[in-house]
């Protein structure tokens, strides 16, 4: 039996091997966060001035808004860092966050194809750039997925009167970076977060064909979990994150931040 | 595509720490899940090969079937379990790479069960006289038919090894892909990919070929080497 006492050992040396997994670092705080935010490389630029200077290691989970704001609901982040105004307000009133605090803005832009089927160019505003999409059936790729950019492009249906069905609508339910992978091969229209769009590679024929309406603002919000409802959340640590982040210091660091010399996210902590 | 080959081999030689440390997270999730799959997997297999008991043809079936699982239920199933709002949220197990080990074991656990159990049954067919003969009980004789059987069993641990090390939606929900912490090779593609980055993902994806053929070679190396000295 001394191959199966062999066999046995390798086993439980095996077993060993998780427990040998090494310590994680007692110092760190989970964010959940958006797509936009990591894929631009944010995270990246700003994180490491954290925390050298606080020595407070982040951990981003990096998701749609909806699916961000639940993980919060759910207590397995410290904090929230996400971009819609609406639903963030209504996870403080009920009562799963403590406050919001405005952080920074950027804006959405409409990509498409650059021969620009549907005339989106010479739309006023992006209201009518919406209507002459649907009016031309072009293909428009969509998250579909409660996202906040998936919330934006909705409710800039609605102010066009618009509910977008039919062949020409494309619900992706994926994340900003497949949803443009998908309109640059149909090709196809696309609502996208400037930031995403900057540091996107695989663009085929797409262009932006509209940008710079004001409805087109895109504000980011952060919120600590309520520890309240949570008891496990690491509050102090996590309102560490958010004073530095609305700090004159976090707010530069947000501002020095650039892809191709372009700034993509603008401060806006009060 | 000789750009994401030589992206591919740029990126080994340059030793990229990031990049080894996504490598080094890729194997020891997957191989410790292969190896608490097999001290699971392996005597389960067996003993399911040699008892007999009413539902024993369910149980076969339902293993059989659960070797489909779709990788993205069973990080779901895992995620809600070590969720803070689950009934292990105490551990603060969700988002480590203990949560990926876990959800990968569950991937492989019935492939192996499944395989060690067919391979157990045909052994058994053949070797039951002789073992009861020589006194060995059936649960006595369970070690002796792993081992006999242990070429034909490291097949099914290297499919096991294959999906996990294949598989992005379950360490994708219980790890959250976090940069440093619990990003692997196929969580590394996936973010590479929604970036636009379709050359590096590529080359992502060849460094984990690499490493899977690497792997298979060793071990089929080592089942010929077995063989041989078997006769």
Redesign the interface.
Known sequence: MTHARRFILSAASGLALIAALPATAQDFITVASTTSTENSGLFGHILPMFQEETGIEVRVVSQGTGQALETGRRGDADVVFVHARAQEEQFVADGYGVQRFDVMYNDFVIVGPGDDPAEVRMAADATAAMTAIAVAEAAFASRGDDSGTHVAEANLWAAAGVAPAGRWYLSTGSGMGATLNTAAQVPAYALTDRGTWLSFENRGDLEIVFEGDPVLFNPYGIILVNPERHAHVKAEQGQAFIDWVTSDEGQAAIADFTVGGEQLFFPSAA | MGGPFATAFSLIASGDPALMQIIGLSL?VT??AV??A??VG?PLGAALALARFPGRGAVIVVFNALMGLPPVVAGLIVYLML????PF??L?L?????AM?IAQTLLILPIVISLTRSVVEDLWAEYREQLLSLGAGRLRAV??L??DGRVSLLTGVLAGFGRASAEVGAVLIVG????G?TRTMTTAIT?E??????GLAVALGIILLTLTLTLNAIAWGAGQWARGRLG
């Open positions: 020891r191989l410790t190896l608490m097999c001290a392996l969720s803070r709002s689950g949220g105490s603060a969700l988002f480590t790479p203990t080990i070690p002796t792993l081992w959250g892909n976090i940069a912490h973010l990919t929604a970036r636009g980055q379709l």
